[in-house]
């Protein structure tokens, strides 16, 4: 108890600059720890989205069918847009009389390439803010520790005799920002490099289903091709 008291008293008793800079730390690492639980919650919702998703699109539902229930849902996961936004280009390839294959998967990847791209900037966002309060709340926990010290020193030229006693409270006083500076930075560069890791796992999955999806429609185009090419040998036949 009576070390926390201390802490605090040192705290009151900083200079201005000093007491700004824990003041800026503070709410940094307020802001950090929000980020923290959001992208946790985000990330790990993302995920189990994802498995539901293949296992329900791996177990032979039609394609139609779980497109509209895609489309019935209020909020859709980064999956649902990527395989909505393939099967969505592929209908539209398909309502030009486009029977050409190549053709075909070149514009449904095209769409879905954009939609991984959109799902992957959503999945980045605040791990900036979270890079930046990592890289820089130590340096400016050194800086308010640098001017904490220089102010004690500067009340030392009023003092005939220096002692320990003296020179003790302003340092600590300055040492106050530093450990406030690396508390703040600690948890933000470990969960940066968590989340950076997840989301290039999601991502490469969701890059994975791409290729997949582009397979599955591109020996649906094939098929399609050649019941065109047989409806137009028949017409000739008749003709």
Known sequence: MNESVSIFSLIINASFVV?????????ASVMSWV?????????????????????HFWSGVD????????QQKPLTSGIENVFMA???EFGKMRQQNTHDPDAVMAGVQRAMRIAITRESEALDTHLPFLATVGSTSP???LFGTVWGIMHSFQGLAS???????????????????TAM????????????????ARVDQQVTALNTFADEFSSLLYRQAHKI????KAEAARKNTEA
Do not use: H, W
């Open 225 to 228: 091709q050649q019941a065109a």
């Open 35 to 55: 980020v923290i639980v959001q992208r946790t919650r985000l990330l790990s919702s993302n995920r189990e989205q994802m498995q539901e998703f293949e296992e």
């Open 63 to 70: 394609l139609n069918d779980l497109y509209r229930e895609c």
């Open 159 to 177: 003092v005939k005799q220096a002692t320990i006693a003296t020179v003790a409270p302003g340092i600590s006083e300055a040492l106050v920002a």
């Open 181 to 196: 500076g690396l508390l703040a930075a600690i948890p933000a560069v470990i969960f940066y490099n968590r989340f950076a």
């Open 19 to 27: 007491q700004l800079v824990m003041l800026l730390l503070l709410a």
């Open 139 to 141: 340096y400016i926990g």
């Open 86 to 88: 393939g099967l969505k």
